[in-house]
């Protein structure tokens, strides 16, 4: 039976889902590959909002979809028994302006990262988010920032736990310096904890509430982790996240549900 395949690796496609389903990117292409259906028509559901063309190179049939206007539709292979469906979302880029504060409390609680990087992190943001989702993360601005206070050598979110002293609430601390002219806060920082044990590394960095606390060392690369946090920003969550998927540890693929999430 005929059936549309992912052709390039994290470009939009849920194998998952039901129909298959590709994201396309306003005026922009998205290919796919159709298997056991050389001799069907292709045709699209409604060519004002995606058009579609074939071709055949190295026993491989490639469907191009041209995104035309927001919108879904679906791509037909065949008729009957022998029919191949993909849903397809055209959709129009989301920018989040995003402001970077580099901590630095003049004493243990300063993070290693320059504004020399940044540009090289957005970068690495991006090529996970643009192709999947159409999502672009923008530099709003990126500055050190001077704490007053000890912040000493872990960054807490702590103020949902009982019996912790306020001096301890590092995260209400640090945030409250966000720009708020902003989309998207993030905060660097040495070391970073979120949950019940908060002298336990397990967390390189958490999001809420429009701002985001990311170590130096998070154990994988960084503009994954980031990644992952901005889809948080956007309201992906982990439940139920397939292994690979970016809202899984060491994954970068997003499914259908987490980017009609983050660009409705």
């Known amino acids: 039976m005929a059936s549309f395949q992912e052709l390039t690796t994290n470009n939009g496609f849920d194998s998952l889902a039901t129909p298959r389903w590709q994201m396309v990117p306003f005026g922009a292409r998205r290919a796919v590959r159709l298997v056991d259906g050389d001799r069907l028509a292709v045709t699209s559901s409604n060519t004002r909002i995606a058009t579609v063309t074939t071709a055949k190179a190295r026993n491989i049939r490639s469907v191009t979809i041209q995104g035309v206007r927001q919108g879904t539709c679906q791509i037909v292979a ?156 956007l309201g992906a969550d982990d439940k139920n996240a397939p292994a690979g998927d970016l809202m899984t540890p060491a994954g970068r693929k997003l499914r259908k549900a987490e980017i009609n999430t983050m660009n409705p």
Not at 116 to 122: D, Q, R, T, V, Y
Not at 193 to 203: F, G, I, V
């Open 78 to 233: 065949g008729t009957g028994a022998t029919r191949a469906v993909l849903d397809v979302a055209v959709k129009r880029r989301v920018t989040v302006r995003t402001a970077f504060h580099y901590v630095d409390d003049g004493r243990v609680q300063r993070t290693a990262r320059r504004i020399a990087n940044l540009n090289a992190l957005i970068a690495a943001v991006n090529g996970v988010m643009l192709p999947q989702a159409n999502v672009q993360m923008t530099r709003h601005s990126a500055a050190a920032l001077r704490m007053r206070q000890n912040l000493r050598r872990v960054v807490r979110f702590s103020s949902h736990l009982p019996g912790v002293r306020a001096r301890q609430h590092e995260w209400d601390d640090v945030t409250d310096n966000a720009d708020t002219t902003a989309d998207f806060n993030v905060f660097f920082v040495v070391e970073y904890e979120q949950d019940d044990t908060p002298l336990r590394d397990n967390a390189q960095a958490g999001t809420l509430g429009g701002n985001c606390i990311m170590e130096d060392n998070v154990g994988e690369p960084d503009g994954e982790t980031l990644a992952h946090e901005l889809a948080h920003h």
